[in-house]
Structure formats: C-alpha cells, structure tokens
C-alpha cells in the first residue's frame, strides 16, 4: 500500500505508470477473491470499512490489469453502517453553500478557489458563496441557520494532526480555523447536510481516535455523505474534479456515481488545460483559469494523482 500511495502521491511519479504494479497486488490481495460472489450480485455499489492503516488506500485506484476499480463500481468509505444514513434524499433542485479562502498567511495561496466557488455555486448548481473575508465561524453558522442549505462546499487548506483533535484544522480567512473538535457544534444535522464537501487537504485522512478525519467526523456529527482527499491535492486537479462532480451531481442522482463520473472522465483524458482554460464533458464548457494557473498548458490530469485521492465517505447516496 505504501509503495501505491508513493507512486500516485508523488508529483515526479505523474508522468509514468509505475502504480500500475503495487495497484494490481493490492487488487488481487483485497477484490479478487471477492469478485465472483460480488458479480453474480450485480453489485454496483461497494462500500469499504477499513481498519486502520487501509483508510488513506485510493480504493478507486486499485487495478484488475484491465480496468480500476472505479471503472467498474461506485465507491464510498463508511465509518460503521450504524452511522450511515441509508435513507435516499434527491439533491434536485437545492442550493449549495460555497465558501473558501484563497488567500492566507504563511500558507501557499490557492488561486483556482475563487474560479471554483463561482463556478459551482452560480454556473454548475444554485447557491451563495462566501470568499476570504466572509469565510469565518460566525458567517459559516449564520449562513446555515438562515438557511437549511443541503449542500455544503468549502475549498481552502486544511491540516490532519495525529493527537488532540484540536490540533487539527480546517483555515478560514486570516488566523481563524475550524477545529476537529468544533465539528459538532456546527449543528450540521438540524436538518442534516446532505452533502459536505471538503475541497481540501487530507480531510478524509484521520487516526484511530478519530476515523477518517474531518470527514469521519461530520458524519458522526449527522452529515449524511462527505466528499473528502485523503493526501495533498493540486489546485488545478481540484478544480477539474470538482467541476466535473457538480456537472454529473444532477444527472447521476447518486453521489458516489457523481464522483465516478467525474473520476472516469479525469482518468480518460476528457478533462484538460488547454490555452489556460479548463475543459471537460459537462455542459459548462469552459473555465478561464486565473492567471496563475495559466502556466499549465496543454495539461493532461489523467494520471490517479489528480482524481484517485478524493473520496466518498459515508453513504453513497
């Protein structure tokens, strides 16, 4: 596992397909002898309960020598089934509550946030967003207090520390963070968020005090699904992942199939940098990168270090 994640995780490993063996071991070692049984199911859905250690493995990344797995099944990662919410709610027609940062202090800044919020929240789905300034505790409780928005997206840095919940963070705007142990008292499950995203850093990646990390925890504290990373991610990668997730979130109904849709089109060389814009399959065309990110011509983001670290936890649907 750790050779996989060595593979995919570096940025100097992008341009080759030395995962390809680690990802065929572990396949072989975790799905084959399963894969009968799980055939003759019809199975389309499958759900992971890992122990510790197993929980940062990009399950969508494993290799059959033909196809990942996420070519074949939607995935999503549970803390336990008693925690999950199985009940299926449409997302059809609600609004999405974005907010981020992209600027920061000692902290490399995120230029593709700004074109991420807006984005999703005024072309890819319904909603209001919240940048830098207005990306505080106070505004990031009032707002869902005003309103029951569904959807929550928040695109910004955030830190996974072993230990002491409160050591570990997600960044708002200036020296402001929301800690692990805050999670709780967002009152995210009065009415629960269907859908938390967290456009971050390592925000599926926990200990065994607290299982998959943030993401682990805003199920516990009554989120029904979240959609986190479990390594560091690239911003631009990011951006391509989440435009496509939103574009394929109406028309898949189900989350986890949102993410493999937006997984497959990243994997086949469908979403690209081309002449600074950011193109994909969904019907918003184009996204004019700023200008930062512009230095990326012509780029291809199907290697899995851009699409295989981001993750369904929770339920799937």
């Not at 919940?165 to 997600?170: G, M, P």
């Not at 979130?249 to 849709?261: C, F, V, Y």
């Not at 990168?289 to 929770?314: D, I, Q």
Request: aromatic share 10%.
């Amino acid at each position: 596992m750790l050779q996989l994640r060595l593979y995919i995780t570096t940025p100097e490993e992008r341009y080759t397909q030395n995962y390809l063996l680690p990802a065929r071991k572990l396949y072989d070692r975790l799905i084959a002898p399963l894969s009968t049984e799980i055939e003759a199911a019809n199975v389309n859905t499958l759900l992971f309960s890992m122990d510790e250690g197993l929980r940062t493995l990009p399950v969508a990344a494993l290799y059959d020598g033909k196809q990942f797995l996420v070519e074949k099944y939607s995935l999503s990662l549970i803390p336990s089934i008693s925690l999950m919410d199985s009940n299926y709610r449409t997302l059809e027609d609600t609004q999405v509550l974005a907010m981020g940062a992209s600027e920061f202090i000692g902290k490399i800044p995120l230029p593709a946030v700004p074109i991420e919020l807006e984005t999703i929240s005024q072309k890819l789905w319904k909603g209001k967003k919240f940048l830098n300034q207005e990306f505080t505790y106070n505004n990031l409780l009032a707002q869902r207090q005003n309103y029951p928005y569904p959807i929550i997206h928040l695109a910004t840095h955030a830190e996974f520390r072993a230990g002491k919940a409160n050591k570990s963070y997600i960044q708002l705007w200036g020296d402001e963070q929301l800690r692990l142990d805050q999670m709780r008292q967002l009152g995210w499950n009065q009415p629960p968020v269907e859908l938390l995203v967290l456009s971050a850093c390592r925000t599926a990646f926990g200990d065994q005090n607290a299982e998959l990390g943030f993401a682990g925890l805003a199920i516990a504290a009554g989120v029904k699904s979240a959609l986190a990373s479990v390594w560091y991610v690239s911003d631009e990668g990011t951006l391509g992942l989440m435009t496509e997730f939103y574009a394929h979130l109406n028309n898949s109904k189900i989350k986890s199939e949102a993410l493999r849709q937006a997984q497959l089109a990243m994997l086949r060389g469908e979403v690209v940098i081309v002449e600074g814009e950011l193109k994909g399959t969904g019907s918003y065309g184009s996204v004019v990168l700023p200008s930062a990110l512009r230095k990326f011509e012509n780029k291809n983001l199907s290697h899995p270090y851009y699409w295989a670290g981001f993750t369904m936890v929770g339920s799937p649907w």
